[in-house]
């Protein structure tokens, strides 16, 4: 990164964020045809021709006339869907965000440099702090690289939320504050929170105009952790970021009551730079086995973790480190930006600190002390109960599949995603011999202020190919020949979704305009097979790639008998997890896994002239 730094000198993170296209609004006539043909595989005839006539009826009356309004908002505004999408997705969700929404996952450090090793968490830790810190002054310098497609710019809004950012309950709608400025706005916050055993702690990473060294760091992190373990346990306040989120909002604002200085206190954790999570347990990860991490990283210990950051860096005993981050400010491409730099730069230094030792007088951490009382502790305890019986509840796979990876996908010319898509829909299909519908995330940052939109990968054309895929009769041509049809239909879907044609943002944003003006929801929305097929956030398989890098996340399925399926590809393999809830007795993710890699074998296998 740091060649194309010296070499984007002349170009700045943010500098074409106002010459960003608009978000535009995709033609209602193409959007419905789209959508029509996303519900055949879930319908038998009679259905789909009564769902036929509902989308007719609602294209040639009510749909137009939204459609319509919808245009007009999209007049006066660059993205007409940022605003509803950040309420509808995040802010006005009611579910407790920490678990729910939050996507974390473990920092790739464990396969080279840093093996888990127990006395590392420390130093280890203030290296990784350090390698932030600098992205943190290359993002306030704007020296961040704007990512692209070919020359392309993308839109780097993101990137503002990941430091300096946490959301904040409120009783019916959160809101998000951030606290980031470039160096050429002025003044931005400059200290980290450091959470351990219940207690809070803030210090300065800057000391005379400079950023302060691992050694500085390092000192700062053991005056914590010495203190908290040779201590009382503190009240553990951060648990009550994972509660419901009115109950939290009720609860913050009757702490406030209690002391205006808590709302101080409260304040410097919001603007934070990040917090730093100092963990007691120790997961077990290999390179094979990511599994324990991954789970740990999302599921663990509540009270040292601020569950509405936009950035919690998690460091274990035993010196594996991850990151747990709020998804309402930004998408998980921010942290993989940052965790590919870090993670370059431990490899790079040897998981080193070859620098000065030399220690200045700097100060020493604050505690933030809290004025509690028994209900509030007693608030505490119990979000941490409700926590704990629903983090006990997730099972959480992940393995990389070494057999191959990206270089033979791209030799048999078939596109390394699509590949993982197709397969899970296999993977799904031999489950439970049924299709499985699938929200694959697509992002639209070619446009300002753009995020994500649904490729629906169970098409038409993946379930033609799977069923030839358990037919005995099926040649070996036949299956390749509907397999590549799949591949071509999916890779159209990704491109439409990507450019702004997409259709289930411009639904949403139909159903909205509706629930705006106070007309009834249209029957489009009501008919048993648009949540059948997915719509209103029904996924059984929630999907995300996390990118080409070697970075691994994990999130929650979207309903309680679904999966949440995260995916990194690199050259000699693909590397996957996969969460389920385990009171769902029809899921399985272990087996789901199994299955998604032999699909693997199957499809490759599929392209190998000599057997067809």
């Excluded at 296209?21 to 996303?38: F, G, R, T």
């Excluded at 094979?288 to 663990?300: A, H, P």
């Excluded at 860096?313 to 309402?328: E, K, M, Q, T, V």
Aim: aromatic share 10%; proline share 6%; glycine share 6%.
């Amino acid at each position: 990164m740091e060649n194309q730094l010296a070499k984007s000198t002349e170009e700045r993170t943010f500098q074409y964020q106002d010459s960003l296209p608009s978000l535009p609004v995709p033609s209602l006539e193409e959007s419905l045809k789209k959508y029509l043909e996303s519900v055949k595989p879930f319908a038998n005839e009679e259905e789909y021709k009564k769902t036929e006539e509902i989308v007719q009826k609602f294209q040639n009356g009510i749909g137009e006339k939204l459609h319509q309004k919808l245009l007009e908002r999209a007049k006066g505004k660059r993205n007409w869907l940022e605003e509803w999408w950040l309420n509808v997705a995040y802010l006005d969700v009611r579910t407790p965000s920490q678990l729910n929404v939050n996507f974390g996952g473990p920092a790739s450090h464990f396969e080279h440099f840093w093996p888990p090793k127990e006395g590392t968490q420390l130093e280890r830790g203030s290296i990784s702090l350090w390698h932030i810190l600098n992205y943190w002054q290359l993002l306030r310098k704007e020296k961040v690289p704007v990512e692209k497609v070919g020359n392309t710019p993308l839109d780097m809004y993101q990137f503002r939320m990941l430091f300096s950012t946490c959301k904040v309950p409120g009783i019916s709608r959160d809101s998000i504050m951030n606290y980031f400025r470039t160096e050429s706005e002025g003044w931005s916050p400059s200290h980290i929170a450091v959470l351990c055993r219940g207690r809070v702690f803030v210090f300065d990473v800057m000391h005379e105009g400079y950023l302060i060294t691992p050694p500085e760091i390092l000192r700062q992190l053991t005056y914590i952790h010495k203190k908290c373990h040779s201590e009382p346990d503190g009240p553990g306040i951060a648990a009550l970021t994972s509660e419901e989120r009115t109950q939290w909002a009720k609860a913050r604002e009757y702490l406030i009551s209690l002391n205006p200085e808590n709302l101080t206190m409260l304040e410097k954790i919001q603007s934070s730079l990040l917090v730093y999570s100092i963990e007691d347990s120790s997961p077990h990860v290999t390179p094979e086995n990511y599994s324990q991490g991954m789970k740990l990283v999302l599921t663990g210990d509540p009270t040292v973790r601020w569950g509405d950051k936009s950035y919690n860096l998690i460091s274990f005993s035993n010196g594996i480190f991850g990151c747990s981050c709020d998804h309402a400010p930004y998408d998980a491409m921010v942290m993989v930006n940052i965790s590919s730099y870090v993670d370059k730069k431990i490899f790079e230094n040897e998981g080193r600190w070859k620098g000065s030792e030399k220690i200045q007088d700097i100060p020493l951490p604050e505690e933030l002390v809290f004025t509690v009382d028994e209900k509030i502790l007693n608030d505490v305890n119990q979000a941490k109960a409700k926590y704990l019986k629903q983090a006990s509840d997730l099972q959480i796979v992940a393995y990389p599949f070494t057999p191959f990876g990206k270089k033979l996908t791209k030799k048999k010319m078939l596109h390394p995603d699509t590949f993982i898509q197709l397969a899970l829909q296999l993977a799904y299909y031999r489950f439970y011999g049924r299709p499985g519908c699938c929200y694959e995330t697509a992002m639209t940052r070619l446009f300002y202020h753009g995020r994500t939109e649904t490729v629906r990968s169970c098409t038409v054309e993946a379930v033609r190919w799977c069923q030839s895929m358990q037919d005995p009769s099926a040649s070996l041509l036949t299956q390749q020949q509907k397999m590549l049809q799949a591949f071509a239909k999916h890779n159209r879907m990704m491109k439409d979704c990507s450019t702004g044609k997409g259709f289930d943002r411009h639904l949403l944003g139909l159903l909205l305009i509706a629930k705006e003006e106070g007309l009834p929801v249209p029957e489009i929305f009501t008919d048993p097979l648009f949540s059948r097929s997915g719509g209103g956030g029904n996924f059984v398989l929630s999907t995300s790639l996390t990118g080409y890098l070697r970075v691994q996340g994990v999130v929650v399925p979207m309903v309680h008998n679904g999966y949440g399926v995260f995916y990194h590809i690199r050259d000699d393999r693909f590397v996957v997890a996969c969460s389920a809830w385990k009171s769902c007795p029809e899921t399985d993710a272990e087996k789901l896994i199994q299955l998604l890699f032999q699909a693997f074998h199957d499809m490759i296998l599929l392209m190998n002239p000599a057997h067809l």
